[in-house]
Each structure stands twice: as C-alpha cells, then as structure tokens.
C-alpha cells in the first residue's frame, strides 16, 4: 500500500503518544481507585492525609481543666454541667500561649441561644427557663446578675 | 459492488462492536472485587442525631464554621439546623436563617426575601429543631458524579473533597439529593461537611459533637458492636432522610417526623 495511507496512522500514533506521556506527568502517581473502589474510590491518595492535617482549633473541655480545676468543678456541678468552656470563651487554639486569643463571648445574644423564651413544648427548648431580651432588662449583660459558671449563683461587677 | 447480504452483516458487525464499552474489554482483578465487597474494614464512622434533645442554640453552627475555616459571615454551612412548626391549620413553617449559626431568638420565621411570618405558640400543634450535615451516604451520588475523582470515600466511611483536583463544575453540589455541598468563598471548589476527617482520624469527636452541650449530636463507628451510638442505631427505632432515593444515608435520627425533608 502505498505511503499517504499509512501517514494518517503515524499522527493517531503520535496523538496517542503525547497522550500517554502527558497523563504520566499531569496526573499524580499516587492517583487511583481507593478502597471504596471502581465507582466510589477514584482519588489522589495524598489528600487523605492533607484533611487529617487541617488545624485542631476546639481542644475540649478536658485540655482547659488541666490547668483550670477550679472553674470546672464549679461548672460540673452546675445546671451548666453540658457546656463546652469554647462554646463561649472561643477555641482554645493558641491559649495559653497568647491569652488575648480567647475572644469571651458576654453577649446577651449568646446567652439567648438558649434562653430566648421559645414555647415549644415538643422540644427541649420549651423545658428550658427563658426571657424575652426585649423585655428582660435590655441592655445589661446577663453576666451583671447570673454567674455563668453556676447560674444558681449571682453574678460578677467589674 | 457490495451485496445486500454483506452490507447487513458488516452493518451489525460495527453496531454490535460499538456497543461495547471499553471497559468491559478490561482484564478481570479480583483484587479489585475484593476491595469493593470485602467488609472487612475496622471503621465506619456514622452519627445519630436525635431531634428530641436540640433546642436550636446552634452553638455546633457556630463551631463547625470556626473549626473548619469556613467564612463566618458568609452564607453557607457545612452544617445547620433547621426548625418546624406544625401548626394547627396543618400548615408546616420551616426555617434556618444562616443556618441558625446565631440560633433561633425570635418567635418569627424567616421566609426569605427578607421577610418573616409570626407564629404564635397557641397556633402551634408541635414545633422542634432539625440538625442537618452530610449523610456520608454509603451510595454517594456526589461521588458518582464527579467527572474527575476529586471527591471520594474514603475506606472508613466519610465522603471527601480534593481541593486541587477539583475543576468546580458543581454537578456534585446538584447531586446531593440533601443539599449539604456548596462552593467554598474562598478556594472556590465544592465543600461539604467530613465529620471533622481531622479530629475524627486523631481520637477526638467532631466540632458540632463537642459543642453540643444536650446530646443531640453524637458519632461512633458502628464497625464496633460496644460503641453507645452503634448500640443506639441497633436497638432504637432510628430513621433515615429521603430513604426512597437509595443513597443508603448513615446519618441516623431519633424522633424523626413526616414533616421533616
């Protein structure tokens, strides 16, 4: 056969060449079918270990008791017992080392997640003591007449 | 000049091979079959989430978004809860303004557009709070879809996103039959919520667990027949969302009504 019919089959060679030698350098070496397989699996496997290396910022309760025993044996006894100390002194992330990171949350708002008087009574949110922060001595922050550590208790003037 | 007959016969002969999908020509791995039947694996996170105990305070809101980097003031959330009233003309209110990151202080729904809708509590017949995440489905369809591999299981369960492989075409984020994807503010490629992969794969529980201060929020391997949450899901009248799609959700609650979607 004579040669212009096979030029045609070189440059599909060659095509498929660049192609092949392309995708050894473009995609990752560690890309494949994980263990989840063929329809589930397909991944580079390098990013399973980038999300384990995302940053811890919430340390838990028993990181802050380490060194504050006294304020979590006030709280554990308290109506209060549930409540992470981040949930209103911010991620502990960088404390102690930089005390000024823990942002203390004093707003009513914060406060009224919870003790917004909502009349719910198939939820647990109608069995908890509420307010209506327009009515309930506006302007003054909750922490001025309940201890947030043990609300039974009064609260704390500067 | 071709005869009726050959040209028949080299017509079906070219149909039929067309019809065969390259990868039916690929050579047979057990190894592979093994992988995707096998069920050997010691870890399979799931959560139970039990409506009875939320009271909307959104405190995991607000955890989630600060521990995961996801931009506060921008709408979206990995996670959010949702609230419903039933009230007595039969009606259901829902709503989850910004995903209840600040909670739910005001008796009134957000109906979008700005707008609010006071319900009043002698109208309600029953009224509660819906947290809601990714499902971690064991038939992701957000995976299926992905037309590069930039989001996958991993073999432990949970459902991740390559934030440089992905090209953000967002079929995965049409897919979710839940709505749990959206676009990251700020990378620009699709996000979901991953059980916290990187306090979940240290020993630690995830953001929303550790911030929920009445037990509405729990995770546990249910690979572990002693784990409390495994025991929960095996012997309490547990439900699934949107169960008829068959993406087998391994998000399960307790006190689950018609209502919720």
Not at chain 1, 36 to 61: F, I, P
Not at chain 2, 169 to 180: A, N, S
Not at chain 2, 187 to 205: D, P, Q
Request: aromatic share 10%; net charge positive; hydrophobic share 30%.
């Amino acid at each position: 056969m004579k040669s212009h019919v096979w030029r045609p089959l070189y440059v599909v060679l060659i095509v498929i060449g660049a192609v092949l030698v392309l995708r050894k350098i473009m995609v990752p070496s560690d890309f494949g079918i994980g263990a989840r397989g063929y329809m589930y699996g397909w991944h580079r496997d390098g990013n399973e270990k980038d999300w384990k290396k995302v940053t811890v910022k919430y340390q838990g309760a028993e990181y802050c008791k380490e060194c504050h025993k006294d304020k979590w044996d006030e709280i554990k006894q308290s109506p209060h017992a549930n409540i992470s100390c981040e949930n209103c002194h911010g991620p502990a992330l960088g404390h102690p080392d930089d005390p000024r990171s823990l942002p203390i949350d004093r707003k009513r708002e914060l406060c009224a997640r919870c003790h917004f008087r909502l009349e719910y009574p198939t939820s647990g949110r109608g069995h908890i003591r509420g307010i209506d922060p327009r009515t309930h001595n506006p302007g003054l922050e909750c922490v001025t007449c309940h201890w947030p550590h043990d609300p039974r208790k009064e609260g704390h003037h500067k | 000049m071709i005869s009726r007959r050959s040209f028949c016969k080299k017509t079906l002969l070219i149909a039929g091979g067309l019809a065969i999908p390259l990868s039916a020509l690929e050579i047979f791995d057990p190894g592979r079959l093994e992988a995707e039947k096998t069920d050997g694996k010691p870890t399979r996170w799931v959560f139970l989430v039990d409506t009875e105990k939320c009271v909307g305070c959104g405190f995991c809101v607000k955890a989630c978004k600060t521990e995961n980097e996801v931009p506060y003031d921008a709408n979206v959330t990995r996670t959010w809860v949702e609230r419903y009233a039933v009230t007595k003309d039969g009606k259901t209110h829902i709503d989850s303004p910004k995903g209840a990151r600040d909670g739910f202080q005001t008796t009134k729904f957000d109906i979008g557009e700005g707008k609010f809708e006071e319900i009043k509590s002698q109208d309600i017949d029953k009224a509660f709070f819906v947290p809601k995440l990714c499902n971690q489905c064991d038939n992701p369809p957000c995976v299926q879809v992905c037309p590069v591999g930039a989001t996958y299981q991993t073999k432990d369960g949970v459902v991740l996103v390559d934030r440089t492989w992905c090209i953000g075409c967002g079929y995965c984020v049409m897919g979710c039959p839940y709505g749990v994807r959206f676009f990251h503010p700020v990378y620009h490629v699709a996000e979901k919520c991953n059980f916290c992969y990187h306090r979940i794969s240290k020993g630690m529980k995830t953001a929303c667990v550790g911030a929920c201060a009445f037990g509405a929020r729990r995770i546990g391997n249910i690979k572990d027949p002693g784990d409390p949450v495994t025991r929960v899901i095996m012997t309490e009248r547990v439900n699934v969302l949107k169960e008829e799609y068959g993406t087998k959700p391994q998000v399960f609650y307790l006190g689950l009504t018609k209502e919720v979607r």
